[in-house]
């Protein structure tokens, strides 16, 4: 059993080192030990869409993620890429637009309440930058994206951006994400949709 140290580590960092660790195994189990949660979920996520299990074990301040490589979850099977296009929203404001802010704001909330009414729905919804306080405590979007994640749309937002605006402990819907998954999210997708 490999057991794999990333407490101090920042993100994407525990989750490229549970990447390279999978790739060079076979069927072994890995742990991983990680020192807060964001990594851990993180870790975690990652982890189910690449078809392991995972278990999460606390340890005082610690996670450690028993992974089995091989072992693939009913949320890892999803229906197969073929069938579907994964259409990907990316938001990296929390306005729709250039120019005056009151109407940025009135039209990126009638863009998230459009979406709800539309098919095929996103696969993934990701926040960047000033997006990132549209999923945040005060947002008046925050039903709407609420409502998107309800129909199973999957909400990101950007770790490094939330801390950046103080925003960490104010996320009210979604989960943190990290630049790694960002990215991948982007190579996976069909379709990259950016209001």
């Excluded at 005060?138 to 770790?159: A, F, K, M, P």
């Amino acid at each position: 059993m490999v057991e794999i140290d990333c407490r101090g580590k920042a993100c994407p960092q525990p989750v490229i080192m549970t990447k390279e660790a999978l790739e060079a195994l076979g069927e072994r189990e890995l742990i991983l030990i990680v020192d807060n949660p964001s990594s851990c979920e993180n870790v975690e996520r990652f982890v189910r869409s690449q078809g392991c299990s995972v278990e999460v074990e606390r340890k005082d301040q610690d996670f450690y993620l028993h992974i089995q490589k091989g072992k693939v979850c009913d949320e890892a099977k999803g229906t197969p890429k073929e069938k579907l296009k994964r259409v990907l929203v990316y938001i990296n404001s929390h306005l729709l637009g250039v120019g005056d802010e009151k109407l940025g704001s009135i039209l990126m909330k009638a863009f998230l309440k459009t979406l709800l009414d539309l098919e095929p729905k996103p696969f993934r919804l990701i926040l960047i930058n000033s997006g990132v306080r549209l999923a945040s405590e005060g947002s008046d979007v925050l039903e709407t994206l609420r409502n998107l994640s309800e129909q199973g749309v999957e909400i990101l937002s950007c770790g490094t951006c939330l801390d950046f605006y103080g925003l960490k402990e104010k996320v009210k819907v979604g989960v943190i994400s990290n630049m790694y998954e960002i990215a991948q999210s982007l190579l996976e997708a069909d379709r990259l949709v950016r209001p």
